[in-house]
T-cell receptor, first 115, second 114 residues
């Protein structure tokens, strides 16, 4: 079963605009992460937010986490054509046993930024 | 993709043949994972390893086996390939236990089963 559900499935914007992607999950988490995948490549880690954090920034990325709603959002500001990629959220399970570092990935949002 | 090498990068095989995919890391990470990626399903965990000779099943393990005889190598075997196993396979490693639980991915293997 998929822990993370993302929306929208696809997003098309112009360069310079902001892009917002959302992720919802079902069970308690230790942290939530966002990854990026360029076409034909492996996933690359972007940012991690812990369950006791509400907002985190990294360059043009802003992530929010609302554990009461079991949701997160990724905002990319001032987007560039090079931001065109698929973006995935991934959750690490909350307390209770050893997780062995396993993550559960959402289905991803395909972002296209037009020059 | 630095530090993680998947081989082969592309493979075409016939139904019923065994196939082995290799993941090699130079990061000395203890934890390694095999995923498959299919349209509409995102990444799904097949098997994972938490040490040499220590492996366990993931979400979609039927028809797959793994082995890890050395820290640096994690092999995924399709015992008798089926068309439903046509997919892109990714290996990942993790620094879990080192405090961050971030996964690092290889470039993937595109497998076609005819």
């Amino acid at each position: 079963s998929q822990q993370g559900e993302e929306d929208p499935q696809a997003l098309s914007i112009q360069e310079g605009e902001n892009a917002t992607m959302n992720c919802s999950y079902k069970t308690s988490i230790n942290n939530l992460q966002w990854y990026r995948q360029n076409s034909g490549r492996g996933l690359v880690h972007l940012i991690l937010i812990r369950s006791n954090e509400r907002e985190k920034h990294s360059g043009r990325l802003r992530v929010t986490l609302d554990t009461s709603k079991k949701s997160s959002s990724l905002l990319i500001t001032a987007s560039r054509a090079a931001d065109t990629a698929s973006y995935f959220c991934a959750t690490a399970p909350g307390a209770g046993g050893t997780s062995y570092g396993k993550l559960t990935f959402g289905q991803g949002t395909i972002l296209t930024v037009h020059p | 993709d630095a530090g993680i090498t998947q081989s082969p990068r592309h493979k075409v095989t016939e139904t019923g043949t065994p196939v082995t995919l290799r993941c090699h890391q130079t990061e000395n990470h203890r934890y390694m994972y095999w995923y498959r990626q299919d349209p509409g399903h995102g990444l799904r965990l097949i098997h994972y390893s938490y040490g040499v000779k220590d492996t366990d099943k993931g979400e979609v393990s039927d028809g797959y086996s793994v082995s890890r005889s050395k820290t640096e190598d994690f092999l995924l075997t399709l015992e008798s390939a089926t068309s439903s196993q046509t997919s892109v396979y990714f290996c990942a490693i993790s620094d879990y236990g080192g405090g961050k639980n971030i996964q690092y991915f290889g470039a993937g293997t595109r497998l076609s089963v005819l």
